[in-house]
């Protein structure tokens, strides 16, 4: 079965400096990688996605992911963090199980906090 | 506008309740899911359904149960069952259940519900 770990619980920067969430999987063959993003009391939403292909990968908001075969990564960056983007971010892996399952399984998340 | 709508915001119970949280999507995507979702401990799995009347366990599924008689609708219900239900529910869809090789995989998600039981 496939897994997510995202080591840091909690990061505080500063407004303007830069950004990097770490994210971990483990899953026997090529997954489907996910970043999302939560603002307090809110759904998730979609920041990039990495199917194949590039392993770097452009998303909204600014932010970028690059994956990482040999270290099972696929952590997520930004140059220059804003103070909107405050918010919990949740790395997901989706792969396939019985042959027709497809779902995805979620990292703990990271909570952003950024200071002015 | 198309996406997921959830309803309601916020719902209070007593315990010993049943409650249903409703789900509605008008994306036409062919596969629905429900998330739980607790202080650190990400999102988890409850139901999920990948076409019209059919729906599998996910990794939380004891206390829960769903219907998808409509290809917009999955509605949950927490029973009594549930030892601990106070909690943040997520209900998400995508196009498919995740065509090998296809973008389908990706999940578009509804504004939740927030649910306790007092």
């Known amino acids: 079965a496939q897994s997510v770990t995202q080591p840091d619980i909690h990061i505080t920067v500063s407004e303007g400096a830069s950004l990097e969430l770490r994210c971990n999987y483990s899953y026997g063959a090529t997954p489907y990688l996910f970043w999302y993003v939560q603002s307090p009391g809110q759904g998730l939403q979609l920041l990039l996605k990495y199917f194949s292909g590039d392993t770097l990968v452009q998303g909204i908001k600014g932010f970028e992911a690059e994956f990482k075969r040999s270290q099972s990564s696929f952590n997520l960056r930004k140059p220059s963090v804003h103070w909107s983007d405050a918010a919990e971010y949740f790395c997901a892996v989706g792969a396939w199980s019985g042959g027709s399952n497809y779902k995805l399984t979620f990292g703990k998340g990271t909570l952003l906090t950024v200071n002015p | 506008d198309g996406g997921i709508t959830q309803s309601p915001k916020y719902l209070f119970r007593k315990e010993g309740q049943n409650v249903t949280l409703s789900c509605e999507q008008n994306l036409n995507h062919d596969a629905m899911y429900w998330y739980r979702q607790d202080p650190g401990q990400g999102l988890r799995l409850i139901y999920y359904?990948?076409?019209?009347?059919?729906?599998q366990k996910g990794d939380i599924a004891e206390g829960y149960s769903v219907s998808r008689e409509k290809k917009e609708s999955f509605p949950l219900t927490v029973t009594s069952a549930q030892k601990n239900p106070t909690a943040f529910y997520l209900c998400a869809s995508s196009i498919d259940r995740g065509a090998r090789g296809g973008s389908y995989n990706e999940q578009f998600f509804g504004p939740g519900t927030r649910l306790t039981v007092l």
């Open positions: 359904s990948q076409i019209v009347n059919d729906f």
